[in-house]
């Protein structure tokens, strides 16, 4: 993953994001959400080592900045842009 779409994502999400280094993990995440949403009860925490290595923290001086972004873009999409 990049560095920087991370980064933009904490800020968006404003949430601490845990980051694998396992090469596949989009792969292994989504294939383990549609197992879940086809019924294995399995609780998804408990799948992988769990270990992350590491965590990108949210810039909070962004927080408007992504809120005013977010609100001009539902209005985008509301609209048909």
Known sequence: NSAGWTQMLADFL???LLCADEPNASTIGAAL???HAAGDKTPLETV??????HRVQPRREREAACRRLYTQY???YQTGL
Do not use: C, I, N
């Not at 992988?48 to 290595?53: D, E, M, P, T, V």
């Open 48 to 53: 992988g080592s769990g270990a992350a290595s």
């Open 33 to 35: 959400l549609a197992a």
């Open 74 to 76: 539902l209005k985008a």
């Open 14 to 16: 404003q949430r601490e």
